[in-house]
């Protein structure tokens, strides 16, 4: 059975830190894009960064940019999202979704999601 699981999300302190990581069994991830979205409570899902199967890296959000770096580890068929500077806005959660080579932003054209994991800031 294909399967992603996220995991690493929690409760921090804005300013801290978090790595989510999108493992995947069941398949190897080395000819899919990954990629990572967020959904704020209220507010529709929306792509934040994606990877191709070359490790071209793609973000959706400029204001996440400098903030959020995907990457991915072919051995242990894992991608992760590093979050840094975290802020109360960034509360959400976020899943990962794959699609066979490419990246693209909408998530209509994701057809496997992992169950998401919960990431919330606050002092």
């Known amino acids: 059975q294909e399967q992603l699981v996220e995991s690493g999300g929690g409760l921090v302190h804005p300013g801290d830190s978090l790595r989510l990581s999108c493992a995947a069994s069941g398949f190897t991830l080395d000819n899919y894009a990954i990629a990572w979205f967020h959904q704020i409570a209220g507010k529709e899902r929306e792509a934040i960064s994606c990877?191709?199967?070359?490790?071209?890296?793609?973000y959706s959000v400029d204001s996440l940019k400098g903030r959020f770096t995907i990457s991915r580890d072919h051995a242990k068929n894992t991608v992760y999202l590093q979050m840094t500077s975290l802020k109360p806005e960034d509360t959400a959660i976020y899943s990962c979704?794959?699609?066979?080579?490419?990246?693209?932003?909408?998530?209509?054209?994701?057809?496997?999601w992992g169950q998401g994991t919960q990431v919330t800031v606050s002092s």
């Open positions: 979704a794959t699609r066979r080579y490419y990246c693209k932003r909408s998530s209509e054209f994701y057809n496997n």
């Open positions: 990877i191709g199967n070359r490790g071209v890296s793609h």
